[in-house]
């Protein structure tokens, strides 16, 4: 008779951040610096459109010392937990020594922290470190004020400063008095990380779990989706017409991301 294999809970790293902060970058630099070190790395990308573009830029990053799994179709935060279980369990099956997970741009931190913990989720994870990019191109003036970024500030672990080579030194220095507002502890890397930072990412405590108890008392907060499409182009496109109808986009768009053929290329 043979013993039941048992696993180790896995550390995990959550991505939080709103859409176009960074989040992508950030996750490749860390999959690549563990892979240097010659760990295994799990990546988990949720993505709220049909099709996981997030997910196929990272496959690039190296099999099989770095796996990528993708939830797509819905934000994980708030929908049915059951495929986040199953890729979780798939990749301490698969005997991933690290686990990064992006969470979606509309993720809220404190309902996606609480899935996490679950007790059946608990046996494969530890408990998860959150790390949170803030845009400084938009932080803390626009998005501030803001409650879902609000939490992912309060419940990170720690914060990362994005895109601080477009702004000057006031506005670096807005967003870190904004962040210690509603997060006075956590620790705050100011600009692009360096490689030895990259590690002090990794190497995070976890600091959010009072301050998730607080926020779930009367249940998770929720948030509202934005309605999603996916286009399948069917031909190769030119250059000056597509770049018009970006232009074109009305506000009400939030954002636009994939993969064009230009006709030219």
């Not at 803030?134 to 672990?157: C, H, I, N, S």
Request: hydrophobic share 45%; glycine share 6%; net charge negative.
């Amino acid at each position: 008779m043979t013993e039941a294999k048992t696993v180790s809970p896995i550390p995990i790293y959550v991505l939080a951040g709103v859409l176009g902060s960074g989040k992508t970058t950030l996750m490749t630099r860390l999959a690549k610096h563990c892979i240097a070190e010659g760990r295994r790395v799990g990546m988990l990308v949720n993505d709220i459109g049909d099709l996981g573009v997030d997910a196929l830029l990272l496959a690039e990053t190296g099999w099989p010392s770095a796996a990528v799994d993708a939830l797509n179709g819905a934000c994980a935060c708030c929908s049915d937990s059951t495929d986040l279980q199953e890729v979780i369990r798939a990749m301490a099956e698969a005997e991933r020594q690290l686990l990064l997970f992006e969470t979606t741009g509309v993720a809220d931190a404190a309902d996606m922290l609480s899935q996490l913990m679950a007790p059946e989720l608990m046996q494969y994870i530890q408990t998860p470190r959150l790390i949170t990019i803030a845009d400084l191109t938009r932080y803390p003036e626009q998005l501030g004020d803001d409650p879902l970024v609000q939490r992912q500030v309060a419940l990170a672990d720690l914060v990362v400063l994005s895109k601080g080579d477009l702004v000057d030194d006031a506005r670096i220095g807005a967003a870190r008095d904004a962040i210690r507002r509603d997060n006075p502890g956590t620790p705050i890397l100011d600009r692009e990380p360096t490689d030895a930072e990259i590690a002090t990412i990794l190497g995070a405590d976890v600091r959010h779990e009072a301050v998730l108890e607080e926020l779930l008392v009367d249940g998770p907060p929720g948030h509202d989706t934005p309605h999603t499409v996916t286009i399948q182009l069917p031909q190769k496109l030119n250059r000056e017409r597509f770049q018009h109808f970006l232009k074109a986009l009305p506000d009400a768009v939030l954002r636009a991301k994939g993969f064009v053929a230009l006709d030219e290329d």
